[in-house]
């Protein structure tokens, strides 16, 4: 089959999921796995490898990130229950000032959202932002935006969260490069796209269309004396970080047959590094503050229920991959692409900005178009597994608008109309992407 037909193939394909997701309400993973067996038969695969297909790519894909995703998610649960997340706030916004509200909500997002989905931390976050927007007596919409797109950009661009830890799998990038590249390009565009959007483009008086009596009856409730210390909730979320980090460097300095360099590859590995940020955020968030071990089992299991979705979305783009790979349909996008007069880190980006524009999930977005571009790798040799990673992150960031549940869950928290909505969440995370792409394009330079 010819490159013209496959890539045909493959836009068909795209324009299911589109339409299972959006017009029929169909679960994404559901979609993807329709849209898999469309392109299986629809390219000639044969049938009976399908399933074998299939189950690869599911299993490849979720094999690595159960445990991480699972993790995370009991992260993020001890540091709403223990209320980490409001000391962090009121520190920052005593240190910081009130007058840069936003700059104080957007470094909360980068750092409290790095264990847990963006969805899920902005739900634990969102009662703060009436409490920092009370405080510096500011419109709670002008310090939301910030929030919701810094957690956007840690959900794209960093791991361990389970999208950016997936697709540098798929590319083969590894993992304390892509945090460690991923920091130089999460920080400054969020501070772009968010706090500097927000002292331009939204006004302090900026009000929701009624007032949300039901989120403000939400606001935290623990006594100040009773939080845990700002620097110890610090280090339990950026555990996980600064141990793969130490990895990264550490292999690239020792000897790789020397003992100790094994040992750090293992403890650095990043399901073995999440454990450890578990095992000691059960001391730091839950004993030190005198939990049981009974209420640490509690919240354990209850961290549990909402990822479920996720896993199912992530198994299938996985599904959804393979078979893209193994019809020959990637590679001969890879190949048309490659021709073109384009950078091939541009091209990612453009490809995840489209798909998340389509299909509304930044997560099926990015699983999808790393599928897409992994042929260019061997295409281009120089090309940097983790510059591309970081570039499909960054296109996953923009166009956050009605196909996005995270949009509608801004708009009912912060009870915006659509039209501000589009034009403060949408034209935010747009611009993020944008300085995202921009800085990555600065690093490829370099790497």
């Given at each position: 089959m010819g490159t013209g037909a496959l890539v045909a193939i493959l836009l068909a394909s795209i324009a299911l999921v589109v339409v299972l997701i959006i017009t029929c309400k169909m679960h994404a993973s559901l979609a993807l796995l329709l849209a898999a067996f469309f392109v299986a038969i629809t390219t000639g695969l044969d049938l009976g490898s399908v399933g074998d297909i299939l189950e690869k790519g599911v299993g490849g894909t979720l094999g690595f990130l159960t445990l991480i995703i699972g993790f995370g998610a009991v992260l993020g649960k001890l540091l709403e229950v223990s209320g980490g997340a409001q000391r962090l706030a009121s520190t920052l916004v005593r240190a910081i000032g009130k007058q840069r509200a936003t700059i104080v909500i957007a470094l909360l997002g980068l750092i409290c959202g790095i264990p847990v989905f963006v969805e899920v931390g902005f739900?634990?976050?969102?009662?703060?932002?009436?409490?920092?927007?009370?405080?510096?007596?500011?419109?709670?919409?002008k310090v939301g935006i910030p929030l919701a797109t810094s957690l956007m950009v840690v959900h794209c661009i960093l791991p361990p969260h389970p999208a950016a830890t997936a697709i540098a799998g798929t590319l083969g990038a590894d993992i304390g490069t892509v945090i460690m590249l991923g920091l130089c390009v999460a920080i400054p565009s969020?501070?772009?796209?968010?706090?500097?959007?927000?002292?331009?483009?939204?006004?302090?008086?900026?009000?929701?269309?009624?007032e949300d009596i039901a989120a403000e009856e939400k606001l935290p409730t623990i006594d100040e004396k009773n939080l845990p210390s700002f620097g110890l909730t610090l280090f339990t979320i950026l555990l996980p970080l600064l141990i793969m980090i130490t990895r990264t460097i550490a292999t690239k300095l020792m000897p790789a047959d020397l003992l100790a360099t094994k040992i750090i590859e293992i403890i650095g590995n990043p399901i073995t590094a999440l454990m450890i940020s578990v095992l000691f955020a059960y001391w730091s968030l839950g004993l030190h503050r005198k939990r049981t071990l009974r209420d640490?089992?509690?919240?354990?299991?209850?961290?549990?229920?909402?990822?479920?979705?996720?896993?199912?979305?992530?198994?299938?783009?996985?599904?959804?991959?393979?078979?893209?790979?193994?019809?020959?349909?990637?590679?001969?996008?890879?190949?048309?692409?490659?021709?073109?007069?384009?950078?091939?880190?541009?091209?990612?980006?453009?490809?995840?900005?489209?798909?998340?524009?389509?299909?509304?999930?930044?997560?099926?977005?990015?699983?999808?178009?790393?599928?897409?571009?992994?042929?260019?790798?061997?295409?281009?040799?120089?090309?940097?597994?983790?510059?591309?990673?970081?570039a499909i992150g960054a296109g996953a960031i923009g166009f956050t608008h009605v196909t996005d549940s995270l949009f509608w869950m801004v708009k009912e928290y912060l009870h915006m109309s659509v039209p501000q909505a589009l034009r403060t969440l949408t034209v935010s995370t747009t611009i993020t992407s944008v300085v995202a792409l921009c800085i990555t394009l600065l690093l490829s330079l370099v790497v």
């Open positions: 739900v634990l976050l969102v009662p703060l932002v009436f409490v920092v927007a009370k405080e510096a007596g500011i419109s709670r919409i969020v501070l772009v796209g968010g706090p500097l959007f927000a002292h331009f483009a939204i006004r302090n008086n900026e009000k929701p269309q009624e640490l089992q509690s919240i354990t299991d209850g961290s549990f229920g909402p990822i479920g979705g996720i896993l199912l979305i992530i198994g299938a783009g996985g599904a959804f991959n393979q078979v893209l790979t193994e019809s020959g349909v990637a590679p001969a996008l890879a190949d048309a692409l490659s021709g073109l007069p384009v950078s091939p880190i541009i091209l990612a980006w453009l490809i995840a900005l489209v798909l998340h524009f389509a299909v509304g999930s930044a997560t099926v977005a990015m699983i999808s178009a790393a599928g897409i571009v992994l042929p260019m790798l061997s295409i281009n040799p120089n090309l940097s597994p983790a510059i591309l990673a970081l």
